[in-house]
């Protein structure tokens, strides 16, 4: 019986803490994602700038420089960093789809979700890291 109730106590706590990750209720979760992808793209070699766009924080969707934006799903970062941001855009073609991500977790779904739905194959630049986080 000890062992049982053992494994059931591993089991819950195993099950709530992986339910405080998908709620992003546990803290430095989503910077340990944006070390990941950062540190990925290093490992592999591919280049930051493939994956974000950086504007000014105070960007709106109109003011971001559609000649400068990747006709593959990119995350603009509205700062200097992923780090700072408060706010991402989600651009595709060239063209922004979503001015409002409160989340850096958010805009790598919604990125992957595009890609996915829309049936887009990954860059060639951005291909392995995409890959692995997949």
Do not use: W
């Not at 990941?36 to 109109?62: I, P, R």
């Amino acid at each position: 019986m000890r062992t049982t109730c053992a494994d059931k106590n591993k089991q819950v706590l195993q099950t709530v803490t992986k339910l405080e990750i998908l709620r992003g209720q546990l803290e430095g979760c989503s910077e340990d994602v944006k070390d990941m992808v950062l540190l990925l793209l290093c490992y592999f070699d591919e280049k930051e700038e493939n994956l974000f766009h950086y504007v000014e924080e105070t960007c709106l969707a109109e003011d971001v420089p559609m000649e400068t934006l990747p006709v593959t799903p990119c995350i603009i970062v509205c700062g200097t960093s992923c780090y700072t941001s408060r706010q991402f855009m989600l651009s595709i073609d060239g063209k922004v789809v979503n001015d409002q991500i409160p989340t850096f977790i958010s805009a790598i779904c919604l990125m992957f979700g595009s890609y996915y739905c829309l049936n887009i194959h990954y860059p060639v630049g951005l291909g392995s890291t995409l890959e692995f986080l997949q």
